[in-house]
Structures are given as structure tokens and as C-alpha cells.
């Protein structure tokens, strides 16, 4: 079973909209990773968060990771076309180990 | 540093045929993964070692898949026979991890090698 749930699976915005995407997890969250990854590329790091209601920036990207440690969301401000691309979050898991979600397809419209 | 290494960056073979997949991680790194990326099913991961040694390998699909690292700065993903349903990109990642210690569990992604098996 899917152990982190990401929505939704694909969005398209124009570019200036904001937007929000959400990762649930089944089991308490002890670490969470944020990834970008451009087509035909790796998965860049963008943001990990820890404690519960934690939140962090980074340009126009801010991640949040809830009170009770079960759901993350990823904000971007006035989106531009340089967002587009695959988000994905991973769960910390044993040692080393990241269980990711299954990715939120991102299209800006300029 | 220059960053996880992969290669090739793109892979044609035919059906049958042995692929070996190959990957540097970054000096220092203690873990290394292996993932396989496709449209229906995400991103993997299909095993993963510490200090060189395999922890993990019950993501790898079938006894056609092995992976070996002989050292710290080199591992090998092998694909024998190769066959269609194998096309895929192919990530290998790095990380610092220490232990329980999820804050150190950032990865380091290489580019990729994108199998194509005809």
C-alpha cells in the first residue's frame, strides 16, 4: 500500500497563481523531505522538515509539516514557469531510507 | 564535489541482452540507492546498501536484477536478460545518513540513465 499519498497528481496554473501540494502519510512523519525534479533529470533537494508545525521558505516556495506530523503541504507564491516540473515529498524512514510519494506533475502556463 | 556520477546517460539494447548500469557516489556518502523511475509506478527503490553492504534489496524486481558495490565509490546495477518491461530511467543516489538521525537523510540524486530495451 501507498504509504504517502500526494495530491493532486497534476496541476496546471498560470503563471502569477499560487498553488498548494499536499502529502499525507499513513504513519508519523520523523522527517520530511520536499524534491523538485526537472524531465530527464534528477531530484533536486528543496526543503526537510521535522517538527510538528515546523514551516520553511525558500524564495517562493514554503513547505509546512503539521502539528500531528501526518501531512505536509508545499506553497508556491506567484508561480513562474522555472516551478514547472515534479514535486515529490519522502518519508525518513530506518536508517537512511526515504519512502516517496508518487510525485505532483506541475505546469505553469506563462 | 562533483556530484553523483551515473553512467551511461542513455542505454538502447535489445531484448536479451546484459545491461550494467553504473554509479559514483559522493565521497564520504555511506549509503547508496539504486531507484527505477516509470510513469505507472513512480519512483522505486530497488535496493540499498550501507558502507558497501547491501541492507535492503527486496524492492529489486527479479533474480534478472543484481547490484554489487565492491567499494565506497562504485557500484554497478546489472540487468540479465534484459527485456522490454525493464525501460526506465535508472537513479542512483547518495547520502550522509547517520544512524537514526532523519535530519542527515537528505539524497543526493545522480542524472539518471535512461534504458531503453527493444
Known amino acids: 500500500s501507498q504509504e504517502l499519498e500526494q495530491s493532486p497528481q497534476s496541476l496546471i496554473v498560470q503563471e502569477g497563481k499560487n498553488l498548494t501540494i499536499n502529502c499525507t502519510s499513513s504513519?508519523?512523519?520523523?522527517?520530511l523531505y520536499w524534491y523538485k525534479q526537472k524531465y530527464g533529470e534528477g531530484l533536486i533537494f528543496l526543503m526537510m522538515?521535522?517538527?510538528?508545525?515546523e514551516e520553511k521558505s525558500h524564495e517562493k516556495i514554503t513547505a509546512k509539516l503539521d502539528e500531528k506530523k501526518q501531512q505536509s503541504s508545499l506553497h508556491i507564491t506567484a508561480s513562474q514557469p522555472s516551478h514547472a516540473g515534479i514535486y515529490l515529498c519522502?518519508?525518513?524512514?530506518?536508517?537512511?531510507?526515504?519512502?516517496f510519494g508518487q510525485g505532483t506533475i506541475l505546469t505553469v502556463h506563462p | 564535489d562533483a556530484g553523483v556520477i551515473q553512467s551511461p546517460r542513455h542505454e538502447v539494447t535489445e531484448m536479451g541482452q546484459e545491461v550494467t548500469l553504473r554509479c559514483k557516489p559522493i565521497s564520504g556518502h555511506d549509503y547508496l540507492f539504486w531507484y527505477r523511475q516509470t510513469m505507472m509506478r513512480g519512483l522505486e527503490l530497488l535496493i540499498y546498501?550501507?558502507?558497501?553492504?547491501?541492507?535492503?534489496d527486496s524492492g529489486m524486481p527479479e533474480d534478472r536484477f543484481s547490484a554489487k558495490m565492491p567499494n565506497a565509490s562504485f557500484s554497478t546495477l546489472k540487468i540479465q536478460p534484459s527485456e522490454p518491461r525493464d525501460s526506465a530511467v535508472y537513479f542512483c543516489a547518495s547520502s550522509p545518513a547517520k544512524g537514526a538521525t532523519p535530519s542527515s537523510y537528505e539524497q543526493y540524486f545522480g542524472p539518471g540513465t535512461r534504458l531503453t530495451v527493444t
Open positions: 522538515l521535522q517538527k510538528g508545525g
Open positions: 519522502g518519508a525518513a524512514r530506518l536508517y537512511g531510507k526515504l519512502t
Open positions: 504513519k508519523t512523519l520523523y522527517g
Open positions: 546498501f550501507n558502507n558497501n553492504v547491501p541492507i535492503d
